[in-house]
């Protein structure tokens, strides 16, 4: 395809054409467009490698619930990655592996993102919670993620839920702002990552939709030099670099194409379907 380019600075070669078994796909900025809506073209080609046995797995940094749509849609029977790789889920919905953040790290976020007087949600489960609702935690509602769940207080958040991540939301000026004093104060102790410049999240040490993706591919027993996956975000890198055949999106950031073998088309060209059309038939 004429928008697909080979990325010259990708690790590995393309794996055979035929071998591709399994395909791992982020949802915003890759296989939904800018409306956060999953395109015809995006849609046909999924259902055509549906129909070629290739399994379809959806790797996001957000809960299954802002998926179901579209996995009803598809009729997917395959496991999930959700809460970038912390809540990974089989074909009906059910737990396969959930990991939570260490209750004396949550405290830790917590009083960061009060001390820096920034807003921020933790994702609990198949939920969103808070301490307070604001016009940034409710921005997660446009990305067809459940409202926020309000609790008043951390405090009391913590004594009802668990929390599997946290994410601080405000403008991208100050998220430029607070990243680094996030990362001297958590230290080794977390996961810190964007997929959005607006928000940073705050995960386990070590999470990622790539440690996700590998759990599922070990649970389907598919190697990874049999998979495909396709991502735009910080977040994605893990993913990209594990699989066989990496692919970032042509409005990906400069991580997830560093990270990939090859570059395809924006989320708004159907990106996904000339990737999929270019290696799969």
């Given at each position: 395809?004429?928008n697909t380019n080979h990325n010259q600075a990708g ?145 009391a958040v913590f004594t009802a839920r668990r929390v ?118």
């Amino acid at each position: 395809m004429s928008n697909t380019n080979h990325n010259q600075a990708g690790p590995k070669p393309a794996p055979r054409l035929d071998t591709i078994q399994l395909v791992a796909i982020d949802m915003d900025g890759t296989l939904l467009n800018s409306q956060h809506q999953l395109s015809p073209g995006n849609e046909a080609a999924l259902c055509r490698a549906l129909e070629n046995g290739v399994k379809i797995v959806f790797a996001t940094g957000k809960t299954r619930t802002s998926a179901v749509p579209i996995i009803e849609k598809l009729k997917l029977d395959t496991p999930g990655v959700y809460s970038q790789g912390l809540v990974i889920t089989h074909g009906d919905g059910s737990i396969l592996y959930e990991r939570t953040l260490a209750a004396v790290l949550a405290h830790k976020v917590a009083a960061f993102a009060q001390a820096v007087n920034c807003s921020m949600v933790a994702y609990s489960g198949p939920d969103i919670v808070t301490s307070v609702r604001d016009q940034y935690t409710d921005v997660f509602i446009n990305y067809h993620e459940p409202a926020p769940i309000a609790y008043g207080s951390w405090t009391a958040v913590f004594t009802a839920r668990r929390v599997n991540k946290f994410i601080i939301v405000s403008t991208k000026e100050r998220i430029d702002q607070i990243r680094p004093q996030l990362e001297q104060t958590i230290g080794q102790e977390a996961t810190i990552v964007q997929a959005l410049d607006y928000m940073v999240e705050i995960l386990p040490p070590g999470a990622s939709k790539g440690d996700g993706l590998r759990r599922v591919l070990a649970h389907l027993q598919i190697d990874p030099a049999q998979v495909m996956a396709l991502g735009d975000g910080e977040n994605d890198v893990e993913m990209l670099q594990l699989a066989g055949l990496g692919v970032a999106m042509g409005n990906g950031m400069p991580a997830a194409k560093k990270a990939a073998d090859v570059v395809t088309a924006t989320n708004d060209e159907d990106g996904v379907a000339q990737a999929l059309a270019r290696f799969l038939w």
